[in-house]
């Protein structure tokens, strides 16, 4: 389920149309790039910035069919312990749910309390659903609760957190669309007006046209700073 994008997928779009943008006038104003170059690379760092966000998305995304294997175990008569190996096993590299799952199963052939383990893997991935998967393991243990159907309910209200926010990046397509093109678009027609202008290229480099570029650029950062708030205040 491709759950990555939300409040990241605008500013990815921002960036990436926003890095052509700083090309287009590295080529055609010249030294006017030593004020729009920075600007570039600011933007490169609040890429770089919303990475764990995105790395998180994409792990809890992954997250409930790591369950459904400890569930499908447990079905088979394993115990918790077995079924977190055997989920672990299923892991295809270093990281994510599965190589996480394969962590706690070595830390409990170690000697650990399984519930520790569980407990450490929330400290070590402080995301919902882990979170959520911790808290549903301990509550079983504690209660003697039928194990599979924590399992099963901890799977279920992940998926549903997960629809949740596909659902609200979905409603907002056509307004993050639109955002991204209001952001963009002064950087692209100042650019272009300069590239079929020459009246207009000679103008942004002198410093009055300089000081107008700066001025424009920071309040469209700002407007790029206001929509996002706006996403993540609508986002699950």
Known sequence: MPVAGGVGGLRSGVLALATVGCCLVLAVCGWLAVA???????????????????R????????????DDMARSIRAGANLALAVADAGAQATGADGPA???????RRVAAGTPINDAFRSWAEERPLDGVRLLTAAVGAAHQSGGPLLVA??????????????REAARTTTTQARTSAACLAVLPVLVT??????????????????GASCVGVGAVLDALGIWVMVRLERAVMP
Not at 151 to 164: G, I, N, V
Not at 191 to 208: E, I, K, L, M
Request: charged share 15%; proline share 7%.
């Open 36 to 54: 729009v170059v920075p600007a570039g690379l600011v933007a490169g760092a609040a890429w770089r910035r919303t990475a764990p966000a995105r």
């Open 56 to 67: 998180g998305h994409a792990y809890e995304a992954a997250l409930p069919a790591v369950v």
């Open 99 to 105: 190589a996480d799952a394969a962590k706690v199963a």
């Open 151 to 164: 399992l099963d309910a901890a799977a279920s209200a992940q998926r549903a957190a997960l629809a949740a």
């Open 191 to 208: 650019t272009g007006a300069a590239a079929v202008d020459p009246s207009v290229a000679a103008f942004v480099r002198t410093p009055a």
